[in-house]
């Protein structure tokens, strides 16, 4: 018996009706960047299917280096996976996803900052960067941010959203734009 054990019964309920898919394009063509909030699920919110688009989640949803790395392999692999399928300039939209509420907001005061950064060995630098006050800011820096990444692909396009939790509505606040 674990935390899991309820869990397990609802993968067992889940299986029973399950029917596998091959490694094949997500057939949506987003990639969702959001927070790891366990309130703004991107499968529950916006209604995803298996197979339909990758989903990266960190604190905040923010554009992190390794937020970057996982985009460039993603256009890698949709390239690869694609031959020759859909316009050839086109590979996926990068939605960014930031919320209202966010539990990242505590660390905007420098006295939880460092208390945070002392108890979890991250630099309070890092710790300021996953900071989501004002998502609707927040959200804008972050797709400028990865539209001005030399490692993003010209085939890729990048929008900017706001999910408000009091509401259950997603707004977008950038339209997807290319590099
Ligand atoms: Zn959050």
Known sequence: M?????????????????????LGLPTAQVVIVSCLDHRVDPAI????RLGEAPVIRNAGGRVTQA????????????????????????LF??????????G??????PGIRHQAAEAT???EAALEASVVT?????????????????????KVSVSGHVYDIATGRLS??????YP
Do not use: W
Not at 3 to 9: A, G
Not at 104 to 109: P, S
């Open 134 to 154: 004002d998502p609707h800011a927040t959200v804008k820096t972050d797709v400028e941010r990865l539209l001005a990444s030399p490692r993003l692909s010209p």
């Open 45 to 48: 919110v916006l209604g995803l």
């Open 172 to 177: 977008t606040i950038l339209d997807a734009r």
């Open 2 to 22: 674990t935390k899991m054990t309820p869990l397990l019964e609802r993968n067992e309920q889940f299986a029973r009706t399950y029917t596998p898919a091959g």
């Open 93 to 102: 939209e990068v939605a960014v996803v930031h919320h209202t509420q966010c």
């Open 104 to 109: 990242t907001g505590f660390l905007a005061d």
């Open 67 to 90: 937020v970057i790395d996982d985009i460039a392999f993603l256009a890698f692999l949709t390239g690869q996976l694609g031959g020759g399928q859909g316009p050839a300039d086109t």
């Open 121 to 123: 060995g991250t630099l």
